[in-house]
């Protein structure tokens, strides 16, 4: 008998970071994927992304829309409970024998909740990081409601034990997004146009000679002021005279203020070198990434994936704030003088050496091999 | 300005649990009391209990349906989703300051996460107790949601430090229970007739030679067992030859199982002495509890108020599993023997000494004063 | 390629309805059949069914908890909604060509409100009819929402056409529940104990000098009733002085009226001729009607199958005021006396002749042959 | 005690559509006006329109987000569901006599069912008329679920009543929405800059040579082709080389094609003259319309507002098939040169005579009146 094991995949960056270990899942003989496609995955505007999840080879068990329009406080809880009514119908037709969860998303307490309720063993991957933000809650309430951990880093895993939890449960795997850092790295040319490719909006700039990511999203507890925020990177990216590969924000409270503050820049006819993405496939967005001169924003692929791949990053604003990083990231805050001076300094250093904080490439095979062969237990308690 | 306390009650034991703070913030100065009843507080099936809180001089500011009907494991996961989802709304119509959740029950995660996505200060009272089951995984999820801690035991209060809480946040105010059970230690004499005020079903027997008291949760991971669970205990108090008032479980996964295997008993002309009661207002039930002879079941009544009252308790299962007690308690497993020994022993100790191990009675008061005064910054992060 | 037909049984009698029409389409080789079970068809505390449709052969391809518990008419609403919002996610991945849904209640709303915006095709099985309470509008609410329209009777299918439905959708089918009336007829002998067969709790009398069943459900619009209304009930069957097969109501608005109503009447030790099923096998249940000297009521099986199978029935108060009725019904308020009135006339009178009134017996082929060959249009006008 | 009137205000034309009926309610000595705003009224996507609704001394009873995102069939469906779910909440806690629906969205149907389960009398304003898609089921449905029809039209009244109604309660008053007409045909100077007033994007032509208006929304059942549709209407009025003041659509399943149509169309440098906006105060809007040489498209405004205004009309699709037009509209498919022909014909023609079609502006103190009025009884039944 085949263990069941659902994941739910909801959005770009979350389906980047547990892509090799769904794949590890597929190809294991003791273990069967139930992969469901959720919210923001579905959605055209934020980059559809189920085409290249079945590209992938992955076949769909099931697809669920729980994301409430809106995009602010309010509508986040929402999407959280309506995600948990869901996902507890879908997994009571799926029958799963354990449920991953990656991260710290809403969809990713959703998860988390419906099974911890149905008794569904469930499996943790990247908790124990600390970080800003209501993410910060989210993923340890996940860690209290987990059965398996799967942490990215040392420091991670024992943060995940001191908060009680049983030792035999906690699996230092690294993250499965250096697993693809890692291909990438080892055969890293931009073989692909992006703008042929992925279409997009905005100038379609010669990157013979240099260019700059950039991936900012809001920060939810502070959702008015993303406009602003935005604003301070758009006039430091165009200030750098460099082309950008400019990446949209994830559907959360705050994201329609920083499309909003992109949308008016252009209006005015500034930002002339940059281009608008909404999405990539993982492996050709961290060739990108790789071979750019800095990445710009708070996403956290500059700290983690880059901490690999030895991209130089300019972290703005608190995001990311209490994130484990190496030496390729600046942090810096939400001001154009700052990034541009924090530029300067990546651009003099070019790129730096690669770090094993987050992984060493073997986390998905390492999941999949613990999903296999644990005790998947129900009843916890807290160790003291 | 006011601080407006938003707070949900959704059941007989958490109105209990809470009743002395909610008349604290009441009265408050500096606060404004914004009451949500909710879930198996308005049904009638489970003592629609919206008419004692309304008796009580409360206000109610919303009320709102939220169990889907099944009482399995689907649906307690169902019901915290839509719990999630309606909170949010009435959260944005009330525009609370801060909200306030008790225990562990679905319910109080639900109140945890929706505050949370919404920036809205949480603060959980009775945190970082020990016990088995899903109450415990939710009992700490909550905890590493919530923004203010007031739990009952200094053990809780050193469990949620070592969590990662920040000791600003954490308040060892004592449990609101013990409040009442204050009061009635104080006061304690039986001055009603159970059978004439509640009505219930079964015999109205002679009360003066003393009575037990009953009160039996399903186990929520252990469901299907529930019915032959209570067999044990039918049995063994039937066994005792004194009237026991029975009160029914809780709305939860199992507690079909509970209420059928009450039924058949009943069916087959046994438990003679039996009466069964829906709910009690909070100080009859104590009242009724101080002056039996013994508690049996697996409430945490037994075990927290009883250690107050001094009512030698016979806690039956692992539902309290690692939750502390005092010397009142014999734990015994589900064995209709095992619980004539317990009560034996118990009936031959008669009452034991007052324990402030839940509180000294004034924990109410101290949470109104700790709303009133905290600062209710809404960043943080794990202190580790 | 196989058209896809989804259909939703939730309850007992929507089951017994429309189960003929489930077999012909299992059985017929255009058509495949998505069986969707929801609502109180997974409740225990109404009986279950589901464990009767798979022994029937058939194949559940989803299943989903919708019913809010409070049994008021919040809840009924609550109901509708979540119905919708799960339904719409499980066509979505079930994709069906034609969504079949059956009679007036929630469910039958929430199936065609969902396939309707869903733009699948939405087939009506006993639209058209005229009865009292909300069952009514939402029955010709459904009507307008619907492709196809399967009625029962010639009044029912005109009625459809004058509401402005093209005539070339409306197919008088007869009832599929007078499908198995006829197999009833056809082969009538009692040959089973129910009481051995299905439990319950009461009385086990000898049935060989006659019983009466006994079936009534709350009446939405006047819920708080339903506990005075079933007393008359109750008072006229004791009078009867014969055994009675009393089965507990649908989920509803209303029902712990009724069931409370029951167990005090039975608390005071009178009903002691009664004995309650929650639940039986259609087939079984008919031949318990037919072989009854009366059913009593306000079921509409007294008017519909009874037609057919000529037993007396005596209907009481407006549930059913407006449906077209046979001989061998006799209509009266929720008053005792008159409850015992029209027994001693029908007792008189004895079976009634066959009446074709809701059919012939062919209704489920019907329907399934309709739905292989009709178009499946999507656009529709009122007609005039 | 004055009658407690309930309406959902959910979008920016259901709102100018009864403005002028809650400003009658509002100032009614025997009504009290509860406003609840939901759904995209909320969303500053499409025009955050509760800032208007607080500046015309509205008071807001409720607010709640339903709108699922996805804009496909799917989420239609769950937003109906949703809406279901939380308005019954909210009634539930308002407890209004009455609760007034408008027109045939999916808002619509959700406060119709879920005051119908509760026992609440539903007035549906605008019911009877005749359109395509889903909508004309959708109004029709609300109709057999409503207590008191208030129709536009004499032809919608006669509609109401075929469809079974009973005559008592069918009250032609005329559209609300003509009551705003009629305001504006009295008072028509263009006295703002619509480009300072509402700011949008796009160019700020001079107004004073003509200029047409603009407003497509997408065709519900037919959401894949809605890219396609637009470009012939972007290319026409591109060719007209007047000004064009652009609407963006209302948000529903293909309001992305549209979006996106217009985005590329401008991306390559086309649609100079246009204009676009999200939103505008009805009045203001109206006299936009006035004052324009024609409105194009297939908003309901060109056939219903601009009868009593007498602007032209181009009419494109069957969006408003089959609802009743006076001589200012010619009706043309998704084709350039056929909208240019139109132009060039209603361009001859100049502004067409008043035609009290639709109202003669009295519509929403009738409204009033009836509400104050009418028998509220909560039993119905189709006539025939």
Same mark, same amino acid.
């Given at each position: 008998m085949r263990r069941k094991v659902a994941t739910i995949v909801t959005a770009r960056p979350s389906y980047a970071r547990i892509k090799t270990a769904l794949q590890a899942i597929q190809q294991h003989p003791d273990l069967e994927l139930q992969l469901i496609v959720a919210a923001s995955a579905l959605l055209d505007r934020y980059g559809n992304i189920v085409q290249y999840i079945e590209k992938d080879g992955f076949e769909v068990a099931a697809r669920v829309y729980i994301v409430l329009e809106g995009e602010n406080l309010v509508t986040s809880a929402k999407s959280t409970g309506l995600g948990i009514m869901e996902l507890a119908t879908i997994f009571d037709n799926l029958q799963p024998d354990v449920v991953v969860t990656v991260a710290d998303r809403y969809e990713t307490l959703a998860s988390a909740v419906a099974a911890a309720y149905m008794n569904i063993p469930v499996a943790h991957v990247q908790g124990g990081e600390k970080t800003g933000s209501i993410d910060e809650r989210v993923r340890h309430a996940v860690t209290k409601l987990a059965d398996l951990h799967f942490p990215a880093t040392k420091n991670a895993g024992e943060r995940i034990l001191r908060m009680g939890?049983? /030792? =035999? #449960? +906690?699996? +230092? #795997? @690294?993250? /499965?997004s250096i697993d693809l850092a890692k291909m990438v790295a080892k055969d890293p040319d931009l073989t692909f146009s992006p703008f042929e490719k992925y279409g997009g909006v905005g100038t379609s700039s010669d990157l013979s000679n240099g260019y700059v990511v950039v991936m900012q999203h809001p920060v939810t507890t502070q959702y008015e002021e993303s406009r602003s925020q935005i604003e301070a990177t758009l006039e430091a990216v165009e200030a750098s005279d460099l082309p950008a590969m400019w990446f949209w924000p994830n559907v959360d409270a705050g994201s329609d203020g920083i499309s909003r503050g992109i949308r008016i820049f252009r209006e005015k006819?500034? @930002? =002339? =070198?940059f281009h608008f993405f909404k999405n990539m496939e993982p492996i050709d967005f961290l060739r990108l990434v790789y071979n750019s001169k800095a990445i710009i924003g708070n996403s956290s692929v500059g700290i983690r994936e880059c901490s690999f791949l030895g991209t130089p990053a300019v972290n703005i604003g608190?995001?990311? $704030?209490g994130r484990e990083r190496g030496k390729n990231v600046i942090d810096v805050p939400y001001s154009s003088k700052e990034i541009m001076m924090a530029l300067t300094s990546h651009f003099a250093n070019g790129r730096y050496a690669q770090d094993h904080l987050y992984g060493d490439g073997m986390a998905g095979p390492r999941i999949a091999e613990h999903l296999a &062969? $644990? &005790?998947?237990? +129900?009843a916890k308690q807290v160790t003291y």
């Open positions: 939890e049983d /030792p =035999k #449960t +906690v699996f +230092v #795997t @690294g993250c /499965p006819g500034r @930002g =002339k =070198k608190d995001r990311q $704030a &062969s $644990a &005790s998947l237990r +129900v």
